[in-house]
């Protein structure tokens, strides 16, 4: 059953060849199993699972399925608030916090009737590329488990790649979808900024966070965007404009569309092996009938200085909440207020957080203000209207997502740059508010590796669209790890 | 402080302390150090922005309040969830229905 996609497993359930009891406990079993290899659960709940799917089956036997989701069990990412079940941003901070309330994205799927199995592991805060940095434990890459899933939804990616779960919600505030699901060899999503509601998101950086459906394939994506996505009157950064039925076109052909090869991301920097598996991607596209062109991004070499000026200066603020006052950790026995502030935080936060926080406090400090964080902002607007130039062009843009496949466990701890330059081809789409994707292309080593498509503003649906015709002809998305017993049921 | 403070201040033990209190945080001696070599190294990573003029752009021109449609009314609105705050605070008292912190006012200092 963890080799269908979500389609398939819809099908199945609605003809009545499994219930989705049964579905949900094949999942939970399957995570009791192998999720010890990898680490990709920080809570799994079982009983509200089962119960979601009892109600789902309910359902599901008036033979009117509400949504073609109804019954089929998904994991979040540990940022989201589940009302009930802990939500920790894998942090010390926040490692026995229960919300009273559910993220609004969330509730969606909820009301859609997929059955929660639980929360994934994740960098700390979403601060990572990894998933090294949780309090509860690095993630492991299944398709290698001395290697990392990429982060910071490092868990949310290696529970789809390995088969614990057919999907996941991850977010994306610097590539924290697209460069796990590269390393994982999936498919996920980062919408345009405020096409999902951040509501119930902890937010780490409120101008770039974005909640994006990770799975199998990118008809599983289009099918969970479109119940995810949408207005909310509580997040006043969501878009009121309507929500597209993402699948209906994707069957069309792909003649006529344009792609854009920007000149900056297919430079040295990029492993020459990535490059080769990812021009034979673009071949592929060109058999499609797409047309390719180069195009030019001038000031994307600034997008990771720019991103880690801005993301920590947003951080620093969103995390001056957690000051050990109304809810997360407090240290003992402290001598006064200031006391319980500064040593709270201390031992609250790991060190990535804490060295992104000083960061942040040091961009936005008085002296330091217009050197950075206002030069950051500019040089911002710069890289939106690059994009603007080339949407002007082509129809979407195709990049890698890394430069490199999945590096080892350890190897970039000590590190921070080295391992913030994971992001060098990820950043623009967060700091343009655009929608990006990533699939799978290929393999190197052993190592699945992923290409990205950049659209223009709410262009979700030509990423999709792309993405499903490339994989009707193409079955990198199809392969899996081996140690995750995939040649049985 | 003038507006032509582009001035990037250089990171010290200094600022890096002045930072901790800004940031309400503190770090021990090894972690000073090592906090401290990072720093510099994020810091030189951003000379980059030294390459592009932006004289001309409007830093406000990408905002995130660009995309926003509509904002809620601003009417008021009550909600009592003491009951599920209460249930994740570190010390609540269930009586006066107040979160428990040390004193805010040192009395102690007082003259």
């Not at chain 1, 009737?113 to 309090?135: H, I, P, Q, R």
């Not at chain 1, 096409?195 to 119930?200: A, E, K, L, P």
């Not at chain 1, 060295?355 to 607007?381: D, E, F, P």
């Not at chain 2, 901790?20 to 090592?34: C, G, P, R, V, W």
């Amino acid at each position: 059953m963890h080799r269908l996609t979500i389609s398939e497993m819809a099908r199945m359930l609605k003809q009545g060849d499994c219930s989705s009891v049964e579905l949900t406990q094949h999942f939970l079993d399957r995570i009791e199993t192998y999720d010890t290899k990898i680490n990709s659960f920080v809570t799994v709940c079982p009983e509200q699972a089962l119960r979601a799917a009892e109600a789902a089956d309910q359902q599901l036997s008036t033979g009117s399925p509400t949504s073609p989701l109804l019954g089929i069990p998904i994991a979040h990412k540990d940022l989201f608030s589940t009302e009930g079940v802990l939500t920790t941003s894998c942090s010390k901070m926040l490692a026995n916090y229960t919300p009273p309330y559910t993220a609004t994205c969330v509730e969606k799927l909820n009301q859609a009737g997929m059955v929660m199995l639980g929360k994934t592991n994740m960098d700390e805060f979403a601060m990572g590329s990894s998933n090294e940095t949780s309090y509860f434990g690095p993630c492991c890459n299944p398709w290698n488990t001395e290697y990392v899933p990429g982060g910071s939804s490092g868990g949310s990616a290696a529970a789809v790649a390995a088969g614990l779960v057919p999907a996941t919600t991850g977010t994306d505030t610097g590539g924290s979808i697209r460069l796990p699901a590269a390393y994982c060899g999936i498919t996920g999503i980062k919408p345009t900024y405020g096409r999902v509601s951040r509501w119930g998101m902890t937010a780490f950086a409120s101008s770039l966070d974005q909640a994006g459906p990770m799975a199998q394939n990118a008809y599983d994506c289009a099918l969970i965007l479109e119940t995810m996505a949408g207005h909310d009157a509580q997040d006043a950064t969501s878009l009121n404009t309507p929500v597209p039925h993402y699948i209906k076109d994707l069957n069309q052909p792909l003649e006529g569309l344009r792609i854009g090869l920007p000149e900056e991301f297919f430079s040295d920097q990029l492993n020459p092996e990535i490059n080769q598996i990812l021009h034979q991607t673009i071949e592929t596209l060109k058999e499609l009938g797409m047309s390719v062109q180069s195009v030019t991004l001038p000031n994307s070499a600034l997008c990771i200085p720019i991103y880690y000026i801005l993301a920590p200066a947003e951080a620093s603020s969103n995390l001056a909440r957690f000051d050990g006052v109304r809810y997360g950790y407090r240290c003992k026995d402290p001598a006064s207020i200031e006391d319980l502030y500064i040593r709270s935080r201390a031992e609250g936060f790991g060190d990535e957080v804490k060295r992104r926080i000083i960061v942040g406090t040091h961009v936005l400090s008085s002296g330091a203000y217009n050197a950075y964080y206002q030069k950051a902002q500019k040089v911002r607007t710069l890289i939106k209207h690059d994009f603007d130039q080339v949407f002007s062009q082509v129809d979407v843009v195709f990049a890698p997502t890394a430069p490199s496949t999945a590096f080892k466990i350890g190897e970039k701890v000590d590190d921070p740059i080295s391992m913030y330059l994971c992001d060098i081809y990820t950043t623009a789409a967060n700091l343009a508010e655009l929608p990006a994707l990533t699939a799978p292309a290929g393999f190197h080593q052993g190592l699945p590796v992923g290409f990205q498509l950049i659209g223009g503003h709410l262009e979700e649906y030509k990423l999709l669209h792309i993405a499903h015709q490339l994989q009707q002809v193409t079955d990198f998305h199809q392969q899996h790890p081996a140690d995750f017993d995939f040649e049985e049921g | 402080m003038s507006s032509s403070s582009n001035c990037k201040l250089q990171l010290t033990h200094e600022h890096l302390k002045k930072l901790e209190k800004l940031a309400q945080l503190s770090l021990n001696d090894q972690e000073h150090q090592k906090y401290l070599k990072a720093l510099k190294e994020i810091l030189d990573m951003f000379d980059l922005l030294d390459r592009v003029n932006t004289d001309s752009v409007d830093h406000l021109s990408i905002q995130p309040t660009q995309s926003v449609s509509d904002l809620r009314c601003d009417t008021l609105e009550t909600t009592n969830n003491v009951d599920a705050l209460s249930k994740f605070c570190p010390e609540f008292n269930p009586q006066t229905q107040q979160i428990i912190v040390p004193p805010v006012i040192d009395q102690s200092s007082s003259s």
